[in-house]
Every structure is written in C-alpha cells, then in structure tokens.
C-alpha cells in the first residue's frame, strides 16, 4: 500500500544546485523519521540525510554536511533535500525511505524500509 517516489534529480555543473522531492502514498509518515540515501555503483547504499517525524531535528552524512538540507511538510506527506553546490562526487541514484520504528533517528539503511525507486542526480566536473 506504501509508496515513495522520488523527483527533481537530473544533470547539472558542479557548483550548481537541485532539489529533490519524495511523495509519500498509501499512508502518512508523520510519527517516523524519513531519510535519503544515495548510491553510486559499485557502492554501498551511502546516508545521506534523516529528518525525524515532526520535523525538528535532521542529522547530515559528514559528505553533505553544510551543503544539502533535509525538509518535510507532514500536511503533504513529503520530504525534501535541497543539494547546494554539487560536487561530482554526488553522482548516484538517491532514495528516500522511511524509518522502520518510529524511535528510530539513526543512519543505517537497515533502519528503514519503504524505500522509493530512486532519482538520478550526475553532476559534471
């Protein structure tokens, strides 16, 4: 009954910027932290940024730390990850998903479930 679908991934110049959307469908995620994730290939599922339910607090993977910001509106049962000054090192398919528990804050792609399929970000040097 739950999906995820992400949005807004696509080709920019290092420097530049995108937004990323995740739809929530089939039932509200209010009470549980949401994440993305973002992986490369031949990598692991890397984290990449978690929001918790209300919205009050985030936590950012060393990576993105400064340059990304994780936001949710509850009211439309969506999440989003502003990417500011993209590196190509960022290149990968992020994912958004929802935690399993609602006390769960952490990092571990174990940790949540829901995953949506994935939007490309590549971002030219």
């Known amino acids: 009954q739950a999906q995820l679908v992400e949005s807004g991934g696509g080709l920019v110049q290092a420097g530049g910027s995108l937004r990323l959307s995740c739809a929530a469908s089939g039932r509200t995620f209010s009470s549980y932290a949401m994440g993305w994730f973002r992986q490369a290939p031949g990598k692991e599922r890397e984290f990449v940024a978690t929001i918790i339910g209300s919205g009050s607090g985030t936590y950012y993977g060393d990576s993105v730390k400064g340059r990304f910001t994780i936001s949710r509106n509850n009211a439309k049962n969506t999440i989003y990850l502003q990417m500011n000054n993209l590196k190509p090192e960022d290149t990968a398919v992020y994912y958004c998903?929802?935690?399993?528990?609602?006390?769960?804050?952490?990092?571990?792609?174990?940790?949540?479930?829901?995953w949506g399929q994935g939007t490309q970000v590549t971002v030219s040097s």
């Open positions: 998903a929802v935690a399993r528990e609602s006390w769960y804050i952490g990092t571990r792609t174990s940790g949540y479930n829901y």
